[in-house]
């Protein structure tokens, strides 16, 4: 009676148990639940821009030479605790923080099937940019207080909607507890698109093998692209969003003061708001995932030993090695 | 508009401000989400018992002399990290680690209002234990295989159920960042009982007195405990987790081969059952939280000066200092 969402452990399980199109999909579909959840945690606390700007925090730049920001030192903190725990060396997991500024493991390394070549891939640094710069000014607008400047747009600058005051509630280390939650998250969902890719090339090699030689991007992402797969993701994200992002305080209330369920889901404060999670979905993490999944398989052709390469091309499919 | 769920930052804060109910509230049902959050997080792996055993990876006894266990070591990693960002300074954040083995902050010392006294509570063992050996048991048994023996009992031990076989993924360091999240929020939702005692004990001094100084316990619990509000609490988490429990990948997969939106809530898979949290509530966090309370209640007369002890006596209520 094992549940259907129980994934597989990359250290023990095969490579083609890990790269089924089912475990994958289990991994991501969890992922989103991960995702919705961890920035319903972020949400409830302010924006707190000096949290993300380069030497705001001047202990950390005097006591410790930290030219970043306070959420990059927490990151790298925490980030090297996990270092210790080995898990930098897991091929689904990626840092922000620069691997030169992090410790060696203490636990000897694992040995893990073979499943992605050694690609060098990370685009943590793009992930940070936007949750940065998009994520959390939207998840975390309520907070802010109505703009006092009149709407005639003449004031000092108006040049970026920045200029606005944000809200700050001075909780800087419980937001960047979840700011570390949900980049991870991020991270991790982004950069499993190169296990689409190796499961799709693995699965119909031969395909990819014009449009890579080609260089041809358009092509190759055809080839890992469902329309309708994509189209059923933002359906069921928002119905997470929707349900997960509800404020159940205030429902169950209306509820115990004789209004009955139906309180549940009317216009009461939410924690998110579906649409929000949904274009970080459309307009972030699947474009990014596409670039990562395209990127890997480019130079896909390349990590191919001779033998496997010319079973591919007598369209005698992917060998394993 | 700010969001009357918007709790006060400590440092900046009144005392007043921090210890008025509605704050009080406010911080407690908002943890009641992201532990049924960080319960459903964890839910996602499996038992893994050998993460709990002392000495049990044998990397950590061999190269770090560690005698406890895989979650003790990851916890005391973290915590280090949070150490090192003065989280333990904070008077509702408490360590499961023991101080002396953690870091100083490179942070300087934040000057918080006078909240509680200088109570040197900390239950977190009891926690970690209850929660070890009751709640990852609970929650991950859908892994587990049913039991192969037959019922008659008369196999080598039947002493336990802890005898049955329990499934494990080998997913230890992405289930140890999960139990790291539910016992901090755990923890800290049973500290802040310490919150409730000292709002109460401001509200009403001169109630406590004669409890206090009779060293009655049930009296103390009595001038602080409402039944309504305990039941109350139990209805609003049962309906966060029935809610937020659900796995939508099922419901939102029925809705889209058109069964319309009646396949949520069905008797589909579910991620945590309502029941276990409600129970987690009631045999554990509400009894440990009470007797956090009654312990910081008990020596509350020893901390007041001279000066508001009279003040308390005459009936002129608690002077702040």
Redesign the interface.
Known sequence: ??????TF?L??ASAQQILSLANIRAVL??LE??IV?QL??RA?F?QNAPMYQPGA?K??VE??GWQASWVEW?LK??E???A????WS?PDEFPFTDMSLLPKP???PVKYPNLLYDHGINVNRRIYEYYRDHIVPTITA??N??PTTSSSGTSSSSSSSSQTAT?D???Y?SA??RDA?VLSALSRRIHFGMFVSESKFRSEPQAFLEPIRQRDSEAVLALITKPAVEA?LL??LR??AR??G????Q???L??QGHGREG?DKDT?R?IEADEVVKIYETFVIPLTKVVEVDYLLKRLEHLSPTQLEAIEAGKGYIEE
């Open positions: 009676m094992a549940p259907s969402t129980n452990n250290a023990t579909q969890r639940d991960t959840f319903i945690e409830q302010a925090i202990e950390l006591g410790e927490f903190e925490v090297s605790a996990h210790r725990c080995r898990r897991a203490v636990l000897p309520k907070f207080a109505q809200a509630d001075g909780q280390g960047a507890v939650e059923a359906v069921r119905e997470k349900v997960y509800q404020d159940l305080d429902a169950v209330a509820m115990q549940e404060q924690k």
